[in-house]
């Protein structure tokens, strides 16, 4: 057994040197095989991008940019353009976004401000995280079956009292309309809202409130003039990530908007989103059909990353700064 | 340059023991920043070494120097010569895995792993691929820093439910347990109570017969009580920097009764730092 | 008097959002609940078109299997890049790009990530599988566990490093051995946090894993699985299978539930080094 005193005396001037053993190989390899994944990471991002680009060069080829304007669909005749779920996706999500956004922004102020006792806010923000949690074919199913029936009426009513303002015109409604898709949208994004401006708002620094209260402000007046101000880079990006989902979200649009191919002014009419296409239409989709979901999945695409991307720039620009 | 051929002198203080670690006109830059200017000293074996001086001279700095700690710094670069045991310890041939094997560190803040004790220090002995009865070597690397009495019924307990100063002698045993050369302290007594400081301070006595110690310390009173050699650095500003520069090196009575410098006559009678 | 107005509305906003919330949590747990049969619709297959028997064990299992290929793909690719990110390339450029193209990838709609596997795996294949869909799951998977991940290799102290490399361990050593059991609670949250994403996702399912009204466990043939199931029960008009569409959205929101708290747990478990 070997004891200190022994190996003290033994060991003179042990070398130094480089050798190759296994510690030293396992070091290496293992800092090589890291970094590989890490940029195999970084590059899942292109290769989804490429792929999806590459699958759609046959309806690229054939149908060119006129696919962005053209409103048929016709798997019989083989000509596809997605003008109408372009439309549909873009207007579903700014109605959802024009509800989220006051919704979100007041939630979150309720939440910072002291409205009410904690073990209140604690509660209400655990449960709005919740509604993250609630897979979105559940929500679907939940609108096909409750909100729909529930919200039929008052579409009639709309229709029936209002008719004559274009948005909520058209033939009798039924309940798949833009306007239920755009909310249950907005339930689903403005918990998103909801935690990154209250992130937004827990940081800025307490001497901000402090002072505008100082100066005479009112509460209000302080949150209006001074916090949201201080804190609209949050608010901001936590918007374009909110628009990313509700433009990317599929089984709430496929379930619920009707998917038909047509472009109507009335929100009260079914319409058709990119989302809802694809996954209604690629169980028995022939080859050109299958390049032409893959050209709107690009379209889609290129819709989400610029704004994705916006939103990164955004939050770290803004992060140098403070 | 009148001074750098004084320290040569005083550093031929315990010019009849081996020196260990051998560093000549060091230089320490980070990125631009030219911390550390000019080093000439040399470690003897066997005994304690204290680096005093005021904030910012760049004592821990050239300590971390010695165990190539300062690697993990982007911006840090060196020139000069660091020698252990007539090895260059810069050179590229060198793996510092292996430097830090032969030197081993306690840090200011004790800094056990969030394991038992018995695999505190079972964890550098595994990683160093040393031989030997393990239970063995636990207890040994425990007696030797004194925390034997005190933990052998409670090996099992996380290394960090232990008192300050019992963590402390544990991070000890811990480098001890993998056998080096050289245990480097910097400050380590910075963060613990008086009774613990004493403890360890007759700890380093007891060790130096198997160890050489090189310790920074901010406690000028403990570098007298406990060092053999003391050198002193202080601080010019240069450029609108702090430079550290060693301003003297010799036995540690005649740094504290009789320096040869006015800087050290006054750092060490309180003067400032 | 704006004031009372403004402050109202807060109250007003946050108790419109809950509504729904409740409503969903409700009627999902009254149809659902109405609806489970024990044993019968956790061992039975879907019933024909009509009839009122059955179950959907099999889309049970499929979860778990689809859940558990793209566990395989996703954690080890996730947490050894994010292993790079803290530990080694950590400030590096390369670090920089990675962490923001994972970002951007988190924003990437689930169905996008099936289009990706449908051409990477089922057009070669010739045909749906278990496996393309678990490969869809694990893209969306892995930009959450490397964020996750490298979240919690951040917040080990640097004494421990310092420690570690003190003692004389390689970088390999020193992150098996002492950073990842410390990052370990976090990084099983954070796992388990995409594990309960996914399982709720129908999109990336619809073209690679398809579905399957058998028993089947074989990862190259179609499968079926929870979410795909309760949407395509919910357009056949036959109340039966609207029934059990219901049964399984209950049991998908249970699964995603005990996940969210398993969650939860795991990150209570915190390191000693606190």
């Not at chain 3, 946090?193 to 996914?198: F, K, V």
């Not at chain 3, 969650?263 to 606190?274: P, T, V």
Request: with cysteine.
């Amino acid at each position: 057994m070997t004891t200190f005193d022994d190996i003290q005396d033994k060991v003179p001037a042990p070398s130094l040197e480089k050798k190759i053993s296994s510690d030293r190989v396992l070091d290496v390899g293992f800092w090589g095989l890291t970094l590989l994944l890490a940029i195999s990471a970084g590059a899942v991002l292109i290769w989804v991008i490429l792929q999806t680009a590459n699958s759609s060069l046959p309806a690229i080829q054939q149908f060119g940019l006129g696919f962005l304007t053209t409103m048929t669909w016709n798997p019989v005749t083989n000509i596809y353009g997605v003008l109408p779920q372009i439309y549909g996706t873009l207007v579903t999500s700014f109605i959802a976004l024009l509800i989220a956004i006051p919704v979100g922004v007041g939630v979150a102020v309720f939440l910072t401000e002291d409205f009410v006792p904690r073990y209140i806010t604690t509660p209400i923000a655990f449960a709005i995280e919740l509604i993250v949690a609630i897979p979105s074919v559940v929500l679907g199913l939940w609108g096909i079956f409750v909100l729909i029936p529930f919200l039929r009426p008052f579409f009639q009513f709309l229709n029936n009292t209002f008719g004559w303002i274009p948005i909520f015109g058209g033939g009798a409604p039924r309940g798949n309309n833009l306007l239920v898709v755009g909310l249950v949208l907005s339930l689903m994004i403005v918990p998103l809202i909801i935690s990154i401006t209250r992130s937004t708002f827990e940081v800025l620094p307490p001497s901000l409130r402090a002072g505008s209260l100082a100066l005479g402000a009112t509460r209000w007046e302080t949150i209006l003039k001074v916090l949201i101000p201080a804190g609209l880079s949050g608010i901001i990006s936590s918007v374009m990530l909110a628009l990313g989902r509700a433009m990317g979200e599929t089984m709430v649009a496929a379930m619920m908007v009707g998917n038909a191919n047509r472009i109507d002014i009335s929100i009260l009419q079914p319409g058709a989103t990119i989302t809802g296409l694809i996954a209604s239409q690629f169980g028995e989709a022939g080859r050109l059909q299958v390049s032409a979901l893959m050209y709107a999945g690009l379209v889609l695409m290129v819709l989400s990353l610029i704004v994705n991307i916006l939103a990164e720039l955004i939050i770290r620009r803004f992060q140098n700064i403070e | 340059m009148t001074v750098n051929n004084e320290l040569i002198n005083q550093s031929q203080a315990f010019s009849d023991s081996t020196s260990v670690i051998d560093v000549e006109d060091w230089n320490v830059y980070y990125g631009d920043f030219h911390a550390l200017k000019s080093i000439f000293l040399k470690v003897p074996k066997n005994k304690v070494t204290a680096f005093i001086g005021p904030s910012g001279c760049g004592k821990s700095t050239l300590l971390r120097c010695f165990n190539r700690l300062n690697d993990l710094i982007p911006s840090f670069r060196a020139t000069g010569r660091m020698t252990y045991h007539g090895q260059d310890l810069y050179s590229s041939n060198v793996d510092a895995v292996q430097v830090r094997r032969r030197i081993g560190m306690v840090f200011q803040k004790p800094n056990p792993f969030p394991k038992s004790i018995y695999d505190n220090i079972a964890y550098g002995v595994r990683v160093n691929g040393i031989k030997g009865d393990m239970d063995e070597i636990v207890e040994q690397s425990l007696r030797r820093a004194a925390l034997w009495d005190e933990v052998k019924d409670k090996l099992k307990q996380n290394g960090t439910a232990i008192s300050g100063g019992q963590q402390q002698r544990l991070c000890i045993a811990r480098a001890i347990a993998v056998q080096p050369d050289v245990v480097l302290m910097d400050e380590p007594c910075a963060s613990l109570d008086p009774i613990s400081t004493l403890k360890i301070e007759e700890l380093i006595h007891q060790l130096k017969e198997n160890y050489t110690i090189v310790i920074v310390t901010h406690n000028m009173q403990q570098a007298s009580r406990v060092a053999d050699l003391t050198a002193f650095f202080n601080v010019r500003v240069v450029d609108d920097k702090r430079q550290g520069y060693l301003a003297e090196v010799d036995r540690t009575e005649i740094i504290f009764q009789n320096p040869k410098e006015e800087a050290t006559q006054q750092y060490v009678s309180g003067r400032f730092g | 008097m704006l004031s009372i107005i403004l402050t109202s509305l807060t109250f007003i906003f946050t108790t419109a959002i809950l509504i729904p919330l409740f409503m969903v949590v409700i009627n999902v747990s009254a149809k659902g609940v109405n609806q489970l049969k024990f044993p019968d619709t956790f061992t039975q297959l879907p019933p024909p078109p009509g009839l009122t028997e059955g179950g959907f064990g099999h889309a049970i299992i499929g979860t778990l299997i689809t859940l558990a290929i793209a566990s395989s793909i996703a954690v080890p690719f996730g947490i050894l890049s994010a292993i790079y990110l803290a530990e080694f390339g950590r400030g590096s450029k390369i670090a920089y790009l990675v962490k923001f193209s994972a970002n951007v990838l988190t924003g990437v709609p689930a169905i996008l990530c099936g289009l990706f596997a449908y051409s990477v795996v089922v057009m070669p294949m010739g045909g749906f599988s278990a496996f393309s869909g678990g490969v869809a799951l694990a893209v969306l998977m892995l930009p959450i566990i490397v964020r996750a991940t490298e979240e919690a290799l951040l917040l080990v102290p640097n004494e421990m490093r310092q420690a570690a490399i003190g003692v004389g361990s390689t970088r390999f050593q020193m992150v098996i051995s002492i950073i990842i059991p410390a990052a370990l609670p976090a990084i099983i949250t954070g796992v388990v946090l995409a594990l309960a994403r996914a399982a709720g996702e129908a999109a990336p399912l619809l073209f690679t894993a398809f579905n399957n009204n058998f028993w089947a466990t074989d990862p190259m043939q179609p499968i079926a699985t929870l979410p795909v199931l309760i949407y395509f029960f919910s357009i056949i008009p036959y109340k039966a299978s609207q029934d059990l569409a219901w049964a399984a959205a209950m049991v998908l929101v249970a699964i995603v539930l005990i996940f969210s708290i398993v969650a939860r747990l795991a990150g209570k478990q915190k390191a000693f080094y606190s």
